[in-house]
């Protein structure tokens, strides 16, 4: 099952995996607590500070 969400607190909840997209495309595909704990600085930072920051 697919599920597009914003709220990156729900999405680990309810992930395995979670997939970090930039215009369309994926740049990562990892464990939540891969994502939040592991964080790649040239994607990952900067869309979960914009996404968060709302």
Known sequence: MLI?????P???DISD???M??????I????PYSIFNHL???HTLA???S???H
Do not use: N, Q, T
């Open 40 to 42: 790649d600085p040239r």
């Open 47 to 49: 869309l979960l500070h």
């Open 28 to 31: 990562e595909h990892r464990s």
């Open 4 to 8: 597009v969400k914003h709220k990156m």
């Open 10 to 12: 729900f999405a680990c």
């Open 17 to 19: 995996r979670i997939a």
């Open 21 to 26: 997209l930039d215009a369309g495309r994926i």
């Open 51 to 53: 996404v968060l920051s």
